[in-house]
Every structure is written in C-alpha cells, then in structure tokens.
C-alpha cells in the first residue's frame, strides 16, 4: 500500500487524469513502437478502469475507434466503445465482435490479467490461456500487417506462446516498460505484420 501511494507513476497518473499507472506502460511502449495513428481501429481487451482506453482514444484522434471489453464495469470514456463481459465466453466474445461491424482492426492490445490465487502453476496457466486467447481474437480480426501486444508473465508456458505468436506475425519482440520494472515477472510481447 505504501509502494503504491509513493510510487511516481500513481501520483502522475492522479495529476495527469489517467485512472491508472499503467497508462505510462501503455505509453512508453507506444511513443518508441509507433502503434497507435489517427484513424486506427484498436480494440482494447481487459480494459478497465480504463487507461489504455484514454491513451488510444486520444491518439487515433476523431477519425479513430476504440473497442474494450473488461470482466468488470468501466466508467464511460467519451468515444471509447465499451461491453461487459467475460473474454472466456464465447457467447459475449461473438455480441462483442458485433461491435466491430465487420471492420478489420489495426491494433489489438491485452493487458487482461487474471485475479491471482496465490497458487503460481494455476496463476501462470490462466495467464498463458489468456493471452492464447487474445491471440486468437487478433488473428481473426487484424488487418494484414496489422499488430499486437499483449502482457504475459514470464515463467511455464511463455516460450511456447511467444512461438505461437511468429506464427502469425512477421516479427515479435519483448517490451518491458519502466513501469513495470521491478515489479512483476510481466512483460509485454509486441508482434507486428500480421501474416495474411
Ligand atoms: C491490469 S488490469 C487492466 C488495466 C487497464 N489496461 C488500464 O489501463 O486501465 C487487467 C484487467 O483484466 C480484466 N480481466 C481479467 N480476466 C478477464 C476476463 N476473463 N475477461 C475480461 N476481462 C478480464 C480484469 O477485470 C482487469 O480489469
């Protein structure tokens, strides 16, 4: 509790109108990768309470989307599209995909966490599962060319995920942004050129 009242980024985050830290993560990631322009369709999955929502609407500007989708309630953002539900429901997953209106997408990032159960073999499968699944989500709904990143923690599983993901995109690369150093085994795999 303290770590987190004396962390830097929480009290940015307070002064700068982000609702959470991790929309530094989110940024320091986009300002060196590029991934967010004007007019980009990006879908948001784990998205509450909402601060990767308010980075991507304010760069793909007035001609841009944002589609999130999160297990719990999010306040609304203006513009951001948003449905609650749970990501392992394929019922949901279908009435959310409605949302898309048949559009391709030229981002799709998750920073879906699971509620730890302190077990660490349960806690890293549930994460890994995840994160397939969000991969499968991108790879039905990306443009060609289009990228992804997404947060897994290091540990059982991951070297074999990231291997799914070469399947599908031309590149894929580490990112660990400053903050989430120091914290956690999490890291962000970026994968990029979507293969037709
Ligand atoms: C680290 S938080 C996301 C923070 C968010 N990126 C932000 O900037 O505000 C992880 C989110 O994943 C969501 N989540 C976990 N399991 C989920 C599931 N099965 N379906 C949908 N969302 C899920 C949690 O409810 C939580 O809000």
Known sequence: MT?????PFVQRAKTEGYRARAAYKLMEIDDKDKLI???MVVVDLGAAPGSWSQVAINRVGDNGRVFALDLLP??????VQFMQGDFHDEEFVQRFEALLEGRTVDL????IAPNISGIPTSDQARSIYLAELALD???QHLAPGGRFLVKVFQGQGFDEFRKQMEGVFRSVAVRKPQASRGRSSEVYLLGSGKRN
């Open 3 to 7: 770590e987190h009242v004396n962390d």
């Open 37 to 39: 322009r004007p007019g």
């Open 74 to 79: 999010m306040e609304p953002i203006h513009r």
């Open 108 to 111: 799709v990032m998750s920073d």
């Open 137 to 139: 989500f991108a790879s």
